[in-house]
């Protein structure tokens, strides 16, 4: 059996050898876009691994016109800098090709994830990474960091998400002392059994779990892969209250084609089209044929998939899970809440010391990305009332007086603050103790 695996995968690599992927840039057929034309044998997952290399080059999606039915892949993206510009610059333009070309003519190849709460992968020597699963609730991110900072582990790379109640996060960590990678067995195991201590909370439903990757995964297709597997589209109380803001899913049959055709209506975004067809990807669906459109204010998708099995979706409880679960893969994204941007000289427990004083305002961290360069680290949080409400803007002009008016900055929607009529004094009180009680073991340390 494992020769003829080996055997098969031989042959699709010498395939790929005669045939290597074909990439054109033009700068000159559109007006207000780049066309990027992508030709390549087809293989499952090829459509998510070019949106992936686009993404990662930091290039907006205005339209794409997909056809990979048959032996071959050929897709077509309109594109445009994060400004909404043409890419002008030639040597740019040819470094793009030349990035997507080899990108895609290496070998890969897509493993369904393994359900997890703690997982560690030594990507590199320079750091260790982290993954998290578990129940939000106020103070989680504060919780988190606070351990890792008391275990000498420094934060340098986070990404953490939320969504119907449930949190996830890959976070990349090194050494205080050495500054790489953390590779003794016995310390990973304590740092992962603590981790999972914070992780359970009060929620016995959800065991932590623990687990050991051995490969490398893009971030953000692995946030997705996280919440997926911890079933955060299913259903929950707050439902209800948000069924008016929801994206429009809607997926129907086309009998004659043996297609099941999924469309997508909802306010664009970056990124969107990689989390909708991460998504689909992961639930084990290819798509044939499809076209995006995302030049006005909504986006507009379109999808003639088949599952990898060849069958179209063929029951209703099918159709409910693929309509929830490209809802939650639209929403994990959204940001709610008032934007906050740090940026500032990085130190060993940054982090936790930030994360400790929204807790203690009484803050809950919605979104947050986390990143060090040079010497330098630049966060961006997103923050609502623990309650899930609207934030007290003398709570901000509080939290920015004890970290920094310089360093922390206001972004985002003013309509995401209210005048301080509403009382917070339970959540903040309850943060303040819940602090204290984690400062008095030791996890917490003193802000500097």
Known sequence: MD????????????????????????????????VIKVDSVNKYGILLEVVQVL??????????????????????????????????????????KDYIRKSIGEGFSFVPSQSRSVDFSPSSS???????????????????????????CNVVNADVWTHNTRAAAVMQVTDEET????????????????????????????RAKTAVSMGITHKERRLHQLMFDDRDYEKSGEDDEKEHCRPKVTVVNWFDKDYSVVTVRCKDR????????????????VVFHGSVDAEGPEAFQEYYIRHIDGSPVNSEAE?????????????????????????????MGLLSDVT??????????????VSTRDGKAVNTFYV?????????????????????QTVLQVKGNSDDLKSPQESSTRFLFSGLFKSRSLYNLGLIRSHT
Request: overall charge neutral; some cysteine; charged content about 30%.
């Open 3 to 34: 020769g003829d695996l080996s055997s098969s995968w031989e042959y699709e690599k010498f395939i790929r050898g005669m045939n290597p992927p074909r990439v054109v840039v033009d700068n000159t057929c559109c007006p207000n876009a780049t």
């Open 179 to 206: 500054g790489s990678a953390i590779t003794d067995p016995q310390r990973l195991s304590k740092i992962k059994q603590l981790l999972c201590n914070v992780l359970k909370g009060n929620d016995r439903r959800r």
């Open 55 to 96: 993404i990662d080059l930091n290039l907006i999606i205005k339209k794409a016109y997909i056809s990979s039915d048959g032996g071959w892949f050929m897709d077509v993206f309109n594109v445009t800098d994060p400004e909404g510009k043409k890419i002008e610059r030639p040597k740019q333009l040819e470094d793009i």
């Open 319 to 347: 159709r409910q899970r693929v309509v929830q679960c490209l809802e939650a893969a639209i929403e994990r994204r959204v940001s709610e809440g008032v934007k906050l941007e740090l940026s500032t000289g990085d130190r």
């Open 126 to 152: 320079d750091h260790t990474s982290i993954e998290l699963t578990g129940t939000d609730r106020p103070g989680l991110l504060s919780e988190v960091s606070a351990v890792l900072t008391d275990l000498k």
């Open 356 to 369: 400790r004083i929204f807790r203690e305002h009484g803050l809950t961290v919605t979104r947050a990305e």
């Open 270 to 285: 970056p990124k969107l089209l990689f989390d909708t067809v991460c998504t689909l990807t992961d639930m084990q669906y």
């Open 384 to 404: 609502r009332g623990a309650a899930g409400n609207a934030l007290d803007p003398k709570i901000l002009d509080d939290i920015r007086s004890e970290i920094g």
